[in-house]
């Protein structure tokens, strides 16, 4: 691997090592935020319980997330100068307000819930969870809106002396048809992160201690995650569309079609060279990536051949054509596995229902295996990352720059590689700490039971 190899790897590794905790942060605080507001509604004091824990979870999380977060912001500076020098006009803005939200607003009003028990009124502390929920959801809106541009440059001018790109309006960038689409379809998969980890710890917790108020949770949790999956479902066909109108060779890629076709099929299942320029064998679903790209039957889809010709011509000799079995298998992995969770949270709240527990061998070994779902939605958020902006290559910016264009000079494969083993030490030990801590605050009891006073010792006697 030479250096520019290295360096995507390693942004690669540190980018999806942070986006394991975004999601769980942005529904966690969402969740947290939803249960308190219920308590102060009914008065019961099960919400409570549970807003206290859910709170708790979202604060580790909330911390290994930022630091992590950090450190992908370093990455422009360090592994991608010129990449920063470029846009750094359009970027600042953007991660200077994701900045300004994830410090000093998000992290400023969790601290004021957390030690606001008891001593703020009761609404007021409430306000303060709905802001952080509210900060991490526009948080997520304003960076969306970074990478947006990578994939569809707007609002934005090159300088003819310095050929860097200047930021004309920042409306545009926040209205990217792509962040349009892509923000819900990010929020969908948030909620289904979240209420993977609700419905693992519930399920844990409440076969290991008999505490109705895990139930509760787990339900809330299996519940999060079907709705989750129904609206990434629905929210992934309209990104589908407004990707393939933007970035034609993404969707291409995505079914690995080298030839335009009209009423193209969507291949289920594929057997034959990695590219996908053989097939020995599929299993077609007719017309399915014509209604996947443009909602037409029988709409023509552009191929990879006819679009590397236009692209050749448009932007100079080379090659515009994408990995194309990273993208095929991520495309369909993180489809399958995102519907995988969806249907077990969904059967999980049949077997449930009414207060009904499972019976049946096969449905109490289905429980016993639950506490690992947080891995599926996890999977599929990771895999749709990498097929959108493997998709994308070569560009970095799609039409105007190349991935080679934005690498530092000077750069050597020694310090990418050192910089990468250290990363990947760091972050495995944030890790096991994570892991720890919200193993060792789901042992605790939802509700504590009152403790005795213990009994006075009786005075020495005195002679």
């Not at 990707?243 to 079609?257: F, G, H, N, Y």
């Not at 790209?293 to 448009?314: F, H, M, R």
């Amino acid at each position: 691997m030479d250096v520019l190899d290295l360096t995507r790897l390693q942004f690669a590794v540190v980018t999806i090592y942070h986006y394991f905790f975004v999601p769980l942060s942005i529904s966690l605080a969402a969740t947290a935020a939803g249960l308190q507001l219920t308590w102060l509604r009914t008065g019961n004091d099960k919400y409570k319980d549970l807003t206290k824990f859910v709170g708790k979870l979202l604060i580790v999380t909330f911390a290994v997330g930022v630091v992590t977060g950090l450190v992908q912001e370093f990455q422009f500076g360090l592994g991608w100068s010129n990449f920063a020098t470029f846009y750094g006009d359009v970027f600042g803005p953007t991660l200077a307000i994701e900045g300004m939200l994830a410090f000093f607003l998000e992290a400023t009003f969790l601290a004021l819930w957390y030690f606001g028990w008891d001593r703020l009124p009761r609404k007021l502390h409430a306000a303060t969870i709905v802001i952080v929920a509210v900060g991490t959801v526009l948080s997520a809106f304003i960076i969306l809106a970074a990478n947006s541009f990578m994939q569809h440059p707007v609002g934005y001018s090159l300088d003819p002396v310095t050929g860097r790109a200047h930021l004309d309006d920042f409306g545009a960038l926040l209205l990217n048809k792509v962040n349009l689409a892509a923000f819900p379809h990010t929020m969908a998969g948030a909620l289904m992160a979240g209420g993977s980890l609700l419905l693992a710890l519930g399920v844990w917790r409440f076969r290991a201690a008999g505490e109705a108020g895990f139930r509760t949770l787990a339900r809330l949790g299996a519940w999060l995650t079907v709705v989750g999956g129904a609206f990434t479902a629905i929210t992934g066909d309209h990104l589908g569309k407004v990707m393939t109108e933007v970035q034609p060779m993404k969707m291409a890629a995505a079914e690995a079609l080298y030839e335009t076709t009209t009423g193209a099929p969507f291949s289920a299942f594929a057997l034959g060279k990695l590219d996908g320029s053989e097939p020995y064998f599929t299993i077609d679903i007719p017309h399915l990536l014509s209604i996947l790209a443009t909602g037409d039957w029988n709409s023509e889809v552009q191929g990879i051949n006819n679009l590397q010709e236009q692209y050749a011509a448009q932007y100079g000799a080379g090659s515009y054509i994408p990995m194309i079995p990273v993208a095929f298998w991520t495309f369909r992995a993180m489809i399958g596995i995102g519907m995988l969770a969806m249907v077990v949270a969904a059967y999980y709240l049949w077997l449930t229902r009414k207060g009904r527990e499972p019976k049946r061998w096969y449905d109490r070994q289905l429980l016993r295996f639950l506490p690992l779902i947080p891995i599926l939605p996890a999977a599929a958020n990771t895999f749709g990352w990498i097929f959108t902006e493997t998709a994308r290559q070569p560009w970095i910016a799609f039409g105007i720059s190349k991935v080679a264009d934005g690498i530092s000079p000077g750069l050597t494969s020694g310090e990418v590689v050192a910089s990468l083993a250290g990363f990947a030490l760091i972050y495995g030990i944030l890790a096991v700490v994570w892991y720890r801590l919200v193993r060792h605050l789901s042992r605790q009891r939802l509700h504590p039971s009152p403790v005795s006073p213990a009994p006075e010792k009786e005075a020495a006697p005195v002679y």
